[in-house]
């Protein structure tokens, strides 16, 4: 396989440009906050620059001066930014208000069969009784997995798991293995039965980066890892020729949409140099998606389980997101800690000879 080419010094300056411009938008405790601020840690880990560090510490310090707000599963994926903060400052206070969030999911938020989580938004006021969103990989399962690693709290890490083996269960389909968007557990279908792309990129890069966390001898293992494998398979044979993916990945008459692509192509990363192929159309598709002022475009708004692909084709695409600034930060940190580690590996090879 050839390597990816890429100029590190661009990837660097595009990751500084999305995360001013993301630092510029509004956010309340909630996922777009927390998908976009993800992102950002993830920048901060790759690059070790200290203000990223700090927008993060100072944007948390104000939101928690009055406590933490109503949780709920979806405003669960800000405890991603409280681990960082945790790890990079050893403040206490991180950790404890992370530990409320790990709680709430464990022991308060509801749940259906098997305890699946039922997705929820808005404060709890949305309400999808019994309904089981992809979107809860990301948001839930993969905080869960993380802080139940940090801490070494089994019940949080199980419980984690339980969130992806349920979604698997429920959502990766047996034919195409790509992820339906939601199910309803009352109705017993996926409701319109889209394959969407970011749906499948919450459940493929979690997954991806759930493989780092879960020992190769636990049985969730190779639940999850063939989960992934079976579902890039496909994934890789519907990318377009512009290295993004269409927002209904087997509809090549749906728009192309940013977001979904950038996750995809994160998890890709996570397979080494297998799909450097379809990996080097998604860096060059991508950046060009990326403006000058670090705005990420055609990034679908936020989408609800749809009636029908109509529905999806119709999401508008216009506007500026913090998912989308977060997603993207995610596929280009981990590019460029990719492309370090091949380094390394290559430096200690030389030294060896």
């Known amino acids: 396989m050839p390597y990816l080419r890429f100029d590190e010094k661009v990837v660097k300056e595009k990751i500084d440009t999305v995360v001013e411009r993301t630092m510029k938008m509004d956010y309340g405790w909630d996922w777009p906050g927390g ?35 109503p949780l709920t599963v979806n405003a669960s994926s800000i405890g991603h930014t409280l681990l960082t903060l945790y790890k990079s400052t050893e403040e206490q206070k991180y950790l404890d208000y992370a530990v409320q969030m790990a709680d709430f999911l464990l022991n308060d938020a509801e749940r259906f069969g098997d305890g699946v989580l039922q997705h929820t938004v808005n404060g709890g006021k949305t309400v999808f009784p019994q ?22 709290r089994k019940d949080y ?38 394959f969407w792309a970011r749906g499948n990129s919450w459940a493929a890069y979690t997954m991806a980066r759930a493989l780092e966390l ?18 890039l398979s496909t994934l890789v044979r519907l990318q377009s020729q512009t290295g993004l993916w ?22 890709l990363l996570s397979k080494g140099k297998l799909y450097n192929k379809y ?20 990034v679908s708004a936020g989408t609800a389980v749809m009636d029908d692909e109509d529905g999806y084709r119709g999401v508008p695409r216009k506007r500026v997101q913090g998912w989308g600034q977060g997603l993207v930060l995610a596929f280009l940190s981990l590019l460029l800690k990719r492309n370090q580690n091949v380094q390394h590996e290559e430096k200690l090879s030389a030294e060896s000879v």
Not at 39 to 62: N, Q
């Open 131 to 152: 309904q089981a969103w992809v979107d809860t990989m990301f948001m839930a399962g993969y905080f869960l997995l993380r802080i139940g690693h940090l801490l070494d």
């Open 279 to 298: 990996l080097q159309r998604s860096i060059d598709g991508i950046l060009n998606e990326i403006k000058e002022d670090g705005s990420v475009m055609n």
């Open 246 to 267: 269409h927002t209904i990945v087997t509809d090549p008459d749906s728009y192309l949409e940013t977001s979904g692509s950038a996750g995809i192509a994160a998890a």
């Open 157 to 194: 890490f199980e419980f984690g798991l339980k969130q992806y083996h349920g979604h698997e269960e429920f959502l990766q389909d047996e034919e195409t293995n790509l992820y339906y968007h939601g199910w309803d557990n009352i109705a017993g279908n996926h409701m319109s039965g889209v």
């Open 35 to 69: 998908v976009a601020f993800f992102g950002i840690a993830e920048a901060y880990e790759a690059t070790g620059e200290e203000k990223y560090l700090h927008y993060l510490r100072d944007w948390v310090d104000e939101e928690l001066e009055d406590g933490l707000p």
């Open 214 to 231: 879960v020992k190769v001898q636990h049985p969730s293992f190779m639940i999850i890892a063939d989960s992934l494998r079976d579902q």
